[in-house]
């Protein structure tokens, strides 16, 4: 039987469960090109067998996250799939009786799109890396023992209204039940002191030597600009944003809201990154760490 779980009593879950939904509305209304409203009907953890009854005639897209080693993926209704699809391809949503093995990869590449759209904001939230990608689309209940946790979505979109369920690893409530513990943590630099090393480098030490191992966010800051709230209302997907910086100029590195590096953006093994050109002395970033 599953657990229904009130999420006003998670606060932090919760914020992870509407970063979930955001994304996942934004992602599919762009890939359908079609408005999209997309809300949560519930939370619940739970076995495999306790929700694959919540949806007829199901599809399951079994995904899985490298880099946790979690498993996730969707169930969808067969109708409700298959109209999506059509959408992608830039039909009127038609839907189908059977899943054929040209649907079938369709299916896999949008709702690829959804799932990994959580990576990169999951990842700046929670603090850990995360990489989740679709294996396969089958009407074969995946074989998944483990608990999961489970978000049945109510979803309207055009002919579409109707549910589909996200589940993933229970195991991601704890990655998230950990963030809770570390926010709690307020990291005090304190007075350090410190000598100077062969390099001319100060050599730190004192009490910031019990901090050295704590996770500090990281930020890249490729330009800004400034625009009228009128300009921002009318925002849609495939608008073009012109920033103020110039596309040869170096982006910064921000740790605490303070710029300590300069540098290019590069792309390793697929993930951006950055080369750094310039960076304070390590004296003047621990001063910006406790400014």
């Known amino acids: 039987m599953k657990n229904i779980i009130n999420l006003d009593e998670m606060p932090k879950l919760k914020e992870v469960v509407s970063l979930i939904k955001e994304h996942f509305s934004s992602s599919l209304q762009t890939v359908i090109n079609q408005d999209v409203n997309l809300q949560v009907e519930e939370f619940y953890t739970g076995y495999f ?47 189908k009786d059977e899943l054929d093995d040209e649907t079938r990869d369709a299916a896999k590449e949008l709702t690829n799109q959804i799932i990994s759209s959580l990576n990169v904001p999951l990842s700046g939230y929670v603090g850990k890396k995360f990489n989740f990608s679709v294996v396969d689309v089958t009407y ?17 979109a055009d002919k579409i209204d109707s549910k ?4 993933v690893d229970a195991k991601f409530n704890n990655m998230v039940s950990l963030k809770d513990e570390a926010d709690d943590i307020s990291p005090d630099f304190g ?10 480098e100060i050599e730190i030490g004192g009490n910031i030597d019990l901090l050295l191992d704590v996770e500090i ?19 849609g997907p495939g608008k073009i944003i012109e920033l103020e910086e110039y596309a040869d100029e170096p982006v910064e590195l921000l740790v605490n809201n303070k710029v300590i590096a300069r540098g290019e953006v590069v ?8 080369r750094i050109q310039e960076i304070v002395s390590r004296a003047e970033r621990i001063k910006k760490l406790k400014d």
């Open 49 to 95: 067998d306790d929700i694959i009854g919540d949806i007829e005639n199901p599809i399951f897209i079994r995904g899985e996250d490298s880099e946790n080693n979690l498993f996730c993926g969707f169930i969808f209704n067969l109708k409700d799939i298959t109209a999506l699809v059509d959408y992608m391809m830039m039909g009127e949503g038609e839907s």
């Open 140 to 156: 074969e209940k995946p074989d998944f023992e483990d608990e999961i946790s489970g978000i049945t979505f109510d979803l309207k």
């Open 164 to 167: 589909y369920i996200f589940f």
């Open 191 to 200: 007075d350090f002191t410190g000598t100077l090393g062969e390099e001319g």
């Open 217 to 235: 966010p990281v930020s890249v800051k490729i330009g800004s600009t400034k625009m009228y709230l009128k300009d921002i209302l009318e925002l």
């Open 267 to 274: 792309v390793v093994d697929g993930y951006f990154g950055l």
